[in-house]
């Protein structure tokens, strides 16, 4: 007792030394109060370094304000969403998130190669069933050398004239693969070149067995491609949502740890009417 009475005994006289009054009675002790009696807290570690383990506890001394809550997670969850939430402790908002982000992009990639493999289908098709030639010679508006500029020179003096078929510019594949592909199925203009259709029909027939069937292979091959791009939304509105999220979150600890978070903080979230029927909502983050 005697012992542990005098170095108590020490550590106040050294303590009402070296620290100014007006900090004596702070509570907590702060390391800054401390910071002109570098000497006196020399003193003290030698004594306590001196002794055995248990006499010497003065750990607070070095201790130190908790660091103020950075902005990096928002950054994180702008690159995956989820991530900047399981940074700051949030696992399980986190893995939610990204377990969204890993299902949109599986279904993006199952959608769409389902989609180009269609693709492949339909074309493979009207390279069997539809050709050029056939289409020039048996075209209702063809005249005697069927070739392409005399159909053409046709379909422009009779276009707007509201007949039968309507004309739409050739196209070719070379030039344009997609338009092609989509012009042989989807206008009437070029409809002589599929195989089942009969030029010695009258009236002529506006619709053939194959040309029913391509159009529908082409819906199934987009209707895929649309729904890989729905799940890329699915993966921007999981970002969006983590983004901000994040930025709340962080807001909230800066302000509890005063870092900040009130008036001219970084983050804001701001939303504004666009038209009589929608709207939007924008986050702000600027970094310093």
């Known amino acids: 007792m005697r012992v542990l009475f005098g170095w108590t005994a020490l550590a106040i006289a050294v303590f009402s030394a070296a620290v100014p009054a007006h900090a004596r009675d702070a509570f907590p002790p702060q390391l800054a109060s401390y910071a002109s009696a570098q000497g006196a807290t020399a003193g003290l570690l030698a004594v306590r370094d ?19 809550q950075s902005y990096w997670p928002v950054l994180y969850s702008a690159l995956v969403p989820g991530l900047g939430e399981m940074s700051m402790g949030y696992w399980k908002r986190g893995i939610a998130l990204m377990a969204v982000e890993i299902a949109a992009w599986t279904g993006y990639f199952v959608k769409h190669n389902e989609g180009m493999d269609k693709r ?30 005399s159909v053409e020179e046709c379909g422009q003096s009779s276009s707007g004239s509201g007949q039968w078929p309507g004309y739409i510019p050739w196209v070719p594949k070379e030039e344009d693969k997609q338009h ?70 962080v807001r909230n600890r800066r302000a509890d740890g005063g870092g900040g978070g009130g008036e001219g903080a970084p983050v804001a979230l701001r939303a504004r009417p666009r038209g009589f029927r929608g709207g939007e909502v924008a986050l702000e983050v600027r970094f310093k």
């Not at 383990?53 to 103020?68: K, R």
Request: net charge negative; glycine share 4%.
């Open 50 to 68: 001196a002794e055995p383990a248990g006499m010497n506890d003065f750990s607070f001394l070095e201790a130190e304000s908790a660091p103020v």
């Open 120 to 149: 492949d289908e339909y074309e493979a098709f009207a390279d069997a069933h539809w050709e050029m030639q056939k289409w020039l010679y048996d075209h209702p508006c063809t005249t005697a050398d069927s070739t392409l500029e």
């Open 180 to 249: 092609y592909y989509e012009n042989i199925g989807k206008y009437d203009w070029y409809i002589s070149g599929w195989e089942d259709w009969d030029p010695d029909q009258f009236p002529y027939a506006k619709q053939t067995d194959l040309r029913t069937e391509y159009r529908s292979m082409r819906g199934e091959s987009n209707d895929a491609l649309d729904q890989a791009n729905s799940f890329v939304w699915v993966s921007v509105a999981a970002r969006a949502f983590s983004l901000a999220e994040t930025a709340i979150l």
